[in-house]
């Protein structure tokens, strides 16, 4: 946030307040900094919540003509949690003439706001293939996508299906997504 002296006249700080924990705070001036008319400073506030809830406090600077600012902070402490999903949430290769090859992918992403680190993945089976396999031990973290290219080719006319599988662990256990595969040959 950037705070300014909007007054026309040189506001020496008398005060300076920081908030309290999870809160820390940078770019706080010294008491006894004079600020021009209009000069500013900028302070970054961080949170490092230890937990969940609701976490309150304030920062506060006071001039020496009793002008000051006081600035409110509330932030909420989310348990945490690795959600992966899956884009599309299902994979259909379409008709395909028996013995020719086609490609499609699917995104899995860490959706969640903590790290996990993938254990193993499976599948596909049958005329289906995973372009690439995704090791064990692989840290994906919230936002980090993996990209799965699946190459279809079916050996003959008919309906194929089969299922692609991730497992992962976090702090709170071992999970599993599950993406279906379909495609026909024609």
Do not use: C
């Not at 008491?31 to 506030?45: D, E, K, N, R």
């Not at 000051?68 to 945490?80: D, N, R, Y």
């Amino acid at each position: 946030m950037t705070i300014t002296n909007g007054s026309a006249v040189p506001q020496r700080i008398t005060s300076v307040s920081a908030p309290t924990a999870p809160y820390r705070v940078t770019g706080l001036p010294p008491a006894g900094t004079v600020l021009a008319p209009g000069q500013s400073f900028v302070v970054q506030v961080t949170i490092t919540p230890h937990g969940q809830g609701v976490f309150n406090s304030s920062l506060s600077v006071a001039g020496s003509s009793g002008a000051g600012a006081t600035v409110s902070l509330q932030s909420q402490g989310l348990a945490p949690v690795s959600q992966f999903t899956v884009s599309p949430s299902s994979l259909d290769l379409g008709s395909v003439p028996a013995g020719r090859r086609v490609e499609a992918s699917f995104t899995i992403t860490n959706s969640g706001n903590q790290p996990a680190t993938a254990i193993n993945s499976s599948g596909p089976g049958g005329p289906f293939r995973a372009e690439a396999a995704v090791l064990p031990g692989l840290p994906v973290n919230p936002s980090d996508d993996l990209t799965i290219r699946v190459g279809f080719t079916p050996p003959h006319k008919g309906r194929f299906s089969t299922r692609y599988q991730l497992v992962w662990k976090d702090s709170s256990g071992t999970h599993i997504v599950t993406v279906p595969i379909t495609g026909t040959g024609v």
